[in-house]
Nanobody, 113 residues
């Protein structure tokens, strides 16, 4: 199983970025898929996740600003990030659980003016 993350980059405060995680198998076979982030000298944080049944979870710090979605036709899980803040700066990694966690490589998100 391979997961390939893309879409990171530099955004200004208040701006938007869209992350995408492409899976090498049908995404609806995963029990859970989601995104973590880790900033320097901070603990890894679960940002958002979606279950096979479509239930979603968001960290309090991103509620109302980030949206996780799935595209079955492309086998991708996406994270739309709006109203970005400097504190959103981190390396974002996607994962998928099939009874075991599979991880994609991280993608850097930097929010700065």
């Amino acid at each position: 199983v391979q997961l390939q993350a893309s879409g990171g980059g530099l955004a200004q405060p208040g701006g938007s970025l869209r992350l995408s995680c492409a899976a090498s198998r049908r995404i609806f076979t995963f029990k859970v898929m989601g995104w973590y982030r880790q900033a320097p000298e901070r603990q890894r944080q679960l940002v958002a996740r979606v279950t096979a049944g479509g239930s979603t979870y968001y960290a309090d710090s991103v509620k109302g600003r980030f949206t996780i979605s799935r595209d079955g036709s492309k086998n991708t899980v996406n994270l739309q990030m709006n109203a970005l803040k400097p504190e959103d700066t981190a390396v974002y990694s996607c994962y998928g659980n099939l009874g075991y966690d599979y991880w994609g490589q991280g993608t850097q998100v930097t929010v700065s003016s």
